[in-house]
């Protein structure tokens, strides 16, 4: 008999664990249905709130808009992340936060995180998409024990993405290219992208691709002091021998007499520019400043309405109004004396001599360029700004490069492969004069 009452408490159980399942996996389909709809919302990024029916609208609050469109704009212009959280940071302006829960949801401010500047720039939300099942739980067992993590999906992976769904900050296209920029300039993709730019003397790492295969070309070092750039189709297919190889120095140089040929000009446009972005910084910096004064402003008037309304013999509650208040004044004060400050260094933000001597930086590029400080990294970012892609082609005894730059437009240079047992055993008078500059004067 208590054999058999046991196996009905087992059964019991059994049963139970299986309503559960199942439960679990009808509410999870009805999740799933309304995540269709786009009418899944289960916590609204900063920037925007939970309108009637659950809809995602803009938050009201002009000063957390603005704080987002910075952010897009900042990207825009300079182009990484990174660049992004330090320009914020240099300029300590601070970036809207949730806290709590979505019912109980506060919002506040704080210093610019790199993360927090990433999920912004990452978040379908700000082009007005609807996205729905980007991140997929993974369990594996580790060192015996079951771990459960959260893993980010493939844009083409997401359960549901709908566009056009609610007021975006961006564009959809502008959410595309800056995941493809945030993509480039990421190094743990490898050889698929061109990457942020490494450590190392080849200058053209990372920009070749091989004109016969379409692989990408990797930068060896086979020797101290020695480059040599090589197509990477053959790790793909070991019985292949290598499409195109061909020494380094020589590549460098003729791209880099082109890059300067065409970047004198553009160097007096970036001059321009980084005077324009100098003046504007601190425009920039009021303009928040002043959006947070407002904000202050209106916490000193609830606390005074607050103080107000409370009865004066309550005496706990009123002095710890009081206490809010006097907070609110002293933040409100504060932040008067930041503009009042910011202000005061706007009545001479760049003097015309520092303009001036912008401006002869920008004309003395190919100075620059030769000058024994200016690291590889320097001229390979210059590079990447420049340049696309350069195409690499051997035919016959010749090597021939296209560079495509940015804009659009190509040119092409040519020079002659060094012949086999010309190589670097035997190197001609001319690769050890340019190897002597490179290295002794520390030029090219
Ligand atoms: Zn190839």
Same mark, same amino acid.
Request: aromatic share 6%; glycine share 6%.
């Given at each position: 008999?208590?054999?058999?009452?046991?196996?009905?408490?087992?059964?019991?159980?059994?049963?139970?664990?299986?309503?559960?399942?199942?439960f679990?996996?009808?509410?999870?389909?009805?999740?799933?249905?309304?995540?269709?709809?786009?009418?899944l919302?289960q916590?609204?990024?900063?920037?925007?709130?939970?309108?009637?029916?659950?809809?995602?609208?803009?938050?009201?609050?002009?000063?957390? #808009?603005?704080?987002?469109?910075?952010?897009?704009?900042?990207?825009?212009?300079?182009?990484?992340?990174?660049?992004?959280?330090?320009?914020?940071?240099?300029?300590q302006?601070?970036?809207?936060?949730?806290?709590?829960?979505?019912?109980?949801?506060?919002?506040?401010w704080?210093?610019?995180?790199?993360?927090?500047?990433?999920?912004?720039?990452?978040?379908?939300?700000?082009?007005?998409?609807?996205?729905?099942?980007?991140?997929?739980?993974?369990?594996?067992?580790?060192?015996?024990?079951?771990?459960?993590?959260?893993?980010?999906r493939?844009?083409?992976?997401?359960?549901?993405?709908?566009?056009?769904?609610?007021?975006?900050?961006?564009?959809?296209?502008?959410?595309?290219?800056?995941?493809?920029?945030?993509?480039?300039?990421?190094?743990?993709?490898?050889?698929?992208v061109?990457?942020?730019?490494?450590?190392?003397?080849?200058?053209?790492?990372?920009?070749?691709?091989?004109?016969?295969?379409?692989?990408?070309?990797?930068?060896?070092?086979?020797?101290?002091?020695?480059?040599r750039?090589q197509?990477?189709?053959?790790?793909?297919?070991r019985?292949?021998?290598?499409?195109?190889?061909?020494?380094g120095?020589?590549?460098?140089?003729?791209? /880099?007499?082109?890059?300067?040929?065409?970047? /004198?000009?553009?160097?007096?446009?970036?001059a321009t520019?980084?005077?324009?972005?100098?003046?504007?910084?601190?425009?920039?910096?009021?303009? #928040?400043?002043?959006?947070?004064?407002?904000?202050?402003?209106?916490?000193?008037?609830?606390?005074?309405?607050?103080?107000?309304?409370?009865?004066?013999?309550n005496?706990?509650?009123?002095?710890?109004?009081?206490?809010?208040?006097?907070?609110?004044?002293?933040?409100?004060?504060?932040?008067?004396?930041?503009?009042?400050?910011l202000?005061?260094?706007?009545?001479h933000?760049?003097?015309?001599?520092?303009?001036?001597?912008?401006?002869?930086f920008?004309?003395?590029?190919?100075?620059?360029?030769?000058?024994?400080?200016?690291?590889?990294?320097?001229?390979?970012?210059?590079?990447?700004?420049?340049?696309?892609?350069?195409?690499a082609?051997?035919?016959?005894e010749?090597?021939?490069?296209?560079?495509?730059?940015?804009?659009?437009?190509?040119?092409?240079?040519?020079?002659?492969?060094?012949?086999?047992?010309?190589?670097?055993?035997?190197?001609s008078?001319?690769?050890?004069?340019?190897?002597?500059?490179r290295?002794?004067?520390?030029?090219?």
């Open positions: 008999m208590q054999h058999m009452a046991l196996s009905v408490l087992c059964l019991k159980g059994t049963i139970s664990e299986m309503e559960v399942a199942n679990r996996e009808r509410g999870q389909a009805a999740l799933r249905q309304k995540a269709q709809r786009g009418a919302v916590r609204v990024a900063v920037g925007y709130l939970r309108g009637v029916d659950d809809r995602i609208e803009k938050d009201p609050d002009a000063r957390i #808009q603005s704080t987002i469109d910075l952010v897009f704009r900042k990207f825009a212009e300079l182009g990484s992340v990174r660049q992004v959280y330090f320009w914020l940071d240099r300029q302006i601070e970036l809207p936060v949730v806290l709590g829960t979505k019912d109980a949801r506060e919002k506040g704080q210093a610019a995180r790199y993360h927090a500047v990433l999920s912004i720039l990452k978040n379908p939300v700000y082009a007005g998409a609807y996205a729905y099942g980007r991140t997929k739980t993974i369990t594996r067992l580790e060192a015996g024990q079951k771990v459960q993590r959260r893993v980010k493939r844009r083409e992976d997401w359960a549901v993405l709908i566009l056009d769904h609610h007021e975006g900050y961006i564009g959809w296209d502008v959410y595309q290219s800056n995941q493809a920029m945030i993509v480039h300039n990421d190094n743990a993709n490898g050889h698929a061109r990457g942020a730019v490494r450590h190392g003397e080849a200058l053209l790492a990372g920009l070749l691709r091989c004109g016969h295969c379409g692989a990408k070309m990797l930068a060896q070092y086979p020797r101290q002091r020695v480059i750039y197509c990477s189709g053959y790790m793909l297919n019985d292949q021998s290598s499409c195109v190889m061909f020494g120095l020589r590549a460098d140089c003729l791209v /880099s007499e082109q890059l300067l040929r065409c970047l /004198s000009p553009l160097g007096i446009d970036a520019a980084a005077i324009a972005a100098l003046e504007s910084a601190n425009d920039e910096r009021i303009h #928040q400043k002043t959006l947070a004064l407002e904000q202050a402003r209106y916490e000193v008037a609830h606390a005074r309405r607050q103080y107000d309304v409370v009865d004066p013999s005496r706990l509650v009123a002095a710890e109004l009081e206490r809010r208040w006097n907070r609110a004044l002293a933040a409100e004060a504060e932040l008067e004396a930041e503009i009042a400050a202000e005061d260094g706007l009545e933000p760049i003097t015309d001599a520092q303009k001036r001597e912008l401006m002869n920008a004309r003395d590029i190919p100075g620059l360029w030769d000058a024994p400080d200016s690291s590889p990294e320097y001229k390979k970012r210059l590079l990447r700004i420049a340049l696309k892609e350069i195409t082609t051997c035919e016959a010749t090597i021939r490069l296209v560079l495509h730059w940015q804009g659009g437009d190509h040119i092409q240079v040519e020079f002659p492969k060094i012949h086999t047992g010309k190589h670097r055993y035997a190197t008078h001319e690769i050890v004069e340019m190897i002597g500059e290295y002794v004067k520390d030029r090219c």
